[in-house]
DNA sequence: CCATACCGACCGACTGGTCGGTTGGTTCAT
DNA sequence: ATGAACCAACCGACCAGTCGGTCGGTATGG
């Protein structure tokens, strides 16, 4: 699609951008939005606050990309996780375990995604809401099929999305905050019991899920 | 207790703190702790910049002594809501329609308590982790009330207080950002019975706390 | 009853520092 | 040579915290 590098400039161009982009990335998620320097993005980059400024109008500009290419990347890993299983309880099970998974192994994603969306003024937290939805819609969707084929008594799917939603969001603040750093994939066989129970699963279900996916 | 104004001037201080920490509460709430300026507050208490200093050290300790109070009271109020019931399932039902009804009438409380403690900073974050934790340790203090009078199965109650916690913050915050009120206590149905399900409380019993708690 | 001294409470101008964004000039690939 | 890419220096706004000074009330003592 847009991605073929026509000349080499724009292909330099690209490049540039991205490292800058990686750099914001690291610095937010070291600092947070607000405490972050455009400075300090600049010197991590290899670069000068006029060279981002080239390359972006504002500072909010370069999060909120951030943010977005970040959501994009981490919601498809969990869909192409998901397509591998096709029993609707399952694939909610298997959801759950790849956002914790893939959190696990991107601390600074997590914080960046997690904590410092909601950081600062009304323009990020509706930023960071929209990715609330994003995944809690997610959620709800899978929900919704798993009604739809009986394997679970009818709900309000939107409710429960956002509430499988906090519950994960939870943890995964708890685990990111914590000093001690505590596998979060050990609270996993708890929360995906409670999450399940909390929509109906019946208990065998649950169980003959639980083989298949601790280990 | 500590309360007795022993000189008419113990008196007057203490009336100009309350005063202060009233108007911290409200420009806080507004604009979040990093934009709102201490003129600001000051402005709002009818004192000035160098009034508010006599009386406060940092800005960030009236930050903390008011999500202190606050906290304090919110979960006084929840506490004594529990109390009257006696039945542990009915009491972690109570919990929860407890603090979504204090939330649901005091929307910048919400506003102050769950947002914009994350707003800035390690500090803060630290500080409203501690919050999360009292609250979540409150709920599971009533789960393990729930599993040794048998109501429910044995589970890791520290998970599911957190769990809970999540979820129930999860509901509140989606409510403050969205735009139209749309009744928090809309939501509490569902999340009761999936809270309660969550945690192994059998159907049978849900439908008959459902019925003493909704109407 | 008045005058002097004193003090806690309070005020607001100022300081020091930070940081987002701009600008005018320079480098470099083509 | 020409324009895209880049840079260092700079600007202006903002803001937490400080400081010298004021003021209303109270205590003292004559």
């Known amino acids: 699609m847009g991605t073929t590098p026509r000349t080499p400039n724009e292909e330099r161009t690209r490049k540039r951008r991205e490292r800058i982009l990686d750099a914001a990335f690291h610095v937010f998620s070291r600092a947070g ?3 972050a320097a455009v400075d300090d993005i600049a010197r991590e980059a ?3 606050k006029g060279g981002i400024y080239f390359h972006f109008p504002t500072k909010e500009s370069i999060f909120v990309e951030l943010l977005d290419s970040t959501a994009d990347r981490l919601i498809s890993r969990v869909e192409r996780a998901v397509e591998a299983e096709t029993e609707p309880v399952a694939r ?4 759950i375990e790849a956002v914790l998974g893939i959190f696990s192994g991107h601390r600074s994603m997590a914080r960046l995604l997690l904590i410092d969306g909601l950081g600062s003024g009304a323009m990020f937290r509706v930023e960071t809401l929209r990715l609330h939805d994003r995944f809690s819609g997610l959620i709800a969707s899978y929900l919704d099929g798993a009604v739809s084929e009986g394997a679970i008594p009818p709900l309000e799917t939107r409710i429960a999305g956002a509430i499988w939603f906090g519950a994960i969001h939870e943890l995964v ?3 990111l905050v914590a000093d001690h750093p505590a596998p979060l994939e ?3 066989p708890t929360l995906r019991v409670l999450l399940l129970r909390s929509v109906g699963v019946p208990a065998e279900r649950i169980a003959s899920i639980a083989g298949a996916g601790t280990r």
């Open 46 to 48: 290899d670069t000068s």
């Open 186 to 188: 050990e609270a996993f």
């Open 92 to 95: 909610a099970s298997a959801a």
């Open 33 to 35: 939005y607000r405490d």
């Open 173 to 175: 603040v708890r685990w």
